[in-house]
């Protein structure tokens, strides 16, 4: 065990260093060096950033397992993740620190049995970790009692703020007590974040490791300039082109999860959408089918992919891209594992590429730019395709009662119209080159049907804009305000990041202390509405603002001064 001296010098007892040898540990992290000094020796409160895939578990796990003396009376450690997959996680990696000292550790979280996560509460645990909605659960009920707590940590805080578990957290953390220590652990830093450390802690250290490039060297990286309105269609010729596709599509949103996954499987896609608000059931089934290759594509956002195991993945596909540079290393790491050759593809519109070429140089990654296939390209990598899976079949020696069939065939038709009638009858549709849609290129050139459909475009809009201006804006409510921790800058970004909508769809923003107000454009304020159409405890009321006596007086004013103009 002398080779862990690495561990030894960052204040570690011989009980823990040989419980670190068993599980083959070598040398400690960066997150791991910086954060488990500080909270042996300066009983500090921390925030760790740093991307995952990291040692941040290891690096909260161990300082709690040195503090902790082990079968108190008393809950003394809650550590709440986002998913129960990585609730699992987390315990069982706790599990296998703790070597031989007397911790009892427990995952609780939904969709498991409450009477035996009762049963086990109730027996004596010293450390929980559970997902939010869950522990909150057990608080209400009063199985679970948190006021003896010396640490409370959030891992994966950022993709617990954005699957809206922020009024969970607070209403845990109220219980609480205040001498307690809270950890925080977080691959991005968003302004969520720093809300609840500034509301729930004490004087923190932040703690931040340098982003690196952990995807494979069998990964190859590329990215495609594309308009936003492309993309489907890009995300189309990209899978088709591929001999085999198995991957998973990284959406922004939500709302664009489902339309995504929904427009696939229109165009006959083995295809299934995969977001927080799911049930955990459903979200069990999906994964099943995803893992037994009955479905090809998963469509998911960042946060209901935490956590998955999904082997041999094919392909990465960043439909949206990423926030931060983390987030993309995360995603690029899911594909080109176990020796196998994987591919991350970026779809990235002209207006993100300034952003886009600073998250490549943050990472240092090396990613290729590349033309979007043309219709001929996919057919004809198709047509390929067809050829060498017939020719696999056609090596091997076909039973005798369908050599006697083909021979019968072949007397009443000639064997090579025979053949392509059976082709044209299978593949037909898919070697259509109709089938696919025009694409601009980066420089903006078209085909000549491309050009005919811009021709057409630009008359109806300068007809649209002769007839009726510019798009009309919708004013809606929103039932949270400065109370609630709402700003200007909080309500686009919300909005934005939510319902996919952009930030050129959002004006004339006003926050009171109750309520918000905001101008949408009309395609986005549907959206909008669609999306927090479902009032739920973590989604506010929002609905179409009612025009207020003041307003409709200056509106029929104006409409006034019109028609005295016009007479």
């Known amino acids: 065990m002398e080779e862990l001296s690495g561990f030894r010098e960052l204040g570690l007892s011989e009980r823990t260093i040989k419980a670190l040898w068993k599980k083959g540990f070598s040398e400690p992290t960066e997150i791991q060096k910086l954060c488990i000094p ?9 925030i760790g950033q740093a991307q995952t895939g990291t040692g941040k578990t290891a690096a909260f796990a161990l300082p709690i397992i040195e503090t902790l003396e082990g079968s108190s009376p008393d809950v003394e450690a809650l550590v709440l993740c986002p998913t129960r997959e990585l ?9 296998s620190l703790k070597g031989e000292k007397n911790i009892r550790i427990a995952a609780i ?21 559970g997902t939010p909605g869950r522990i909150l659960d057990h608080l209400r009920r009063g199985t679970l009692d948190l006021s003896h707590l010396k640490f409370s940590v959030l891992d994966e805080a950022d993709e617990m703020l954005d699957m809206g578990f922020i009024e969970d957290i607070e209403g845990i953390l109220e219980k609480t007590p205040e001498e307690k220590r809270m950890l925080m652990f977080s691959a991005t830093m968003p302004e969520m974040v720093l809300r609840i450390a500034k509301k729930f802690m004490h004087e923190y250290t932040l703690v ?19 308009k936003e309105g492309d993309k489907l269609e890009a995300l189309s010729r990209l899978i088709d082109i591929q001999e085999a596709f198995y991957g998973v599509v990284f959406c922004r949103t939500k709302v664009q999860c489902e339309e995504i996954a929904e427009a696939l499987l229109k165009r006959g896609y083995n295809a299934s959408s995969l977001h927080g608000d799911l049930s955990q059931r459903e979200r069990e089934s999906i994964l099943k089918k995803m893992k037994e290759k009955y479905i090809s594509i998963l469509v998911a956002t960042d946060v209901a992919a935490r956590g998955l195991d999904i082997r041999e993945l094919t392909h990465v596909i960043n439909y949206s891209i990423p926030e931060d540079p983390e987030v993309y290393i995360h995603r690029v790491g899911r594909t080109g594992r176990a020796g196998k050759e994987g591919s991350a593809i970026t779809l990235v519109t002209p207006r993100e590429m300034r952003r886009f070429s600073r998250m490549m140089k943050e990472t240092s990654s090396k990613i290729e730019e590349k033309d979007i296939p043309s219709a001929e390209e996919v057919v004809a990598a198709k047509k390929n395709h067809i050829i060498e899976k017939l ?8 039973n005798e009662k369908f050599i006697d069939l083909a021979a019968e065939i072949s007397e009443e038709s000639d064997p090579l119209t025979v053949l392509a009638s059976l082709l044209e009858n299978s593949y037909g549709k898919m070697l259509n080159e109709k089938e696919y849609k025009t694409i601009s290129s980066r420089s903006g050139k078209r085909s000549k049907d491309g050009k005919a459909q811009d021709e057409k475009k630009g008359k109806e809009g300068r007809k649209e804009r002769k007839d009726g201006g510019r798009e009309k804006l919708v004013r809606l409510f929103i039932a949270r305000g400065k109370k609630d921790g709402m700003s200007r800058k909080l309500v686009r970004d919300i909005l934005v990041e939510e319902t996919g909508v952009s930030d050129a769809d959002l004006d004339g923003i006003e926050v009171m202390d109750d309520f918000s107000f905001v101008n949408a454009k009309e395609r986005a304020s549907e959206r909008i509405l669609r999306y927090y159409k479902k009032v739920t405890p973590k989604n506010p ?15 029929r004013e104006r409409g006034n001064d019109k028609k005295r103009r016009r007479r």
């Open 38 to 46: 500080l909270l042996l020796k300066e009983n500090t409160e921390v």
């Open 87 to 95: 609730a699992m996680q987390v315990a069982n990696e706790i599990e």
């Open 391 to 398: 020719s696999l079949i056609a090596s091997g020696t076909p």
């Open 109 to 129: 979280y939904g969709g498991a049995s409450m009477p035996l996560q009762i049963k086990k509460l109730k027996s004596g645990l010293d450390v929980v970790v």
């Open 208 to 226: 931040r490791t340098e982003i690196k490039d952990t995807s494979s060297k069998n990964t190859h990286q590329s990215f495609y300039v594309v």
């Open 541 to 555: 009321i929002v609905v179409r603002a009612k025009e207020d006596g003041k307003a409709r007086d200056e509106r």
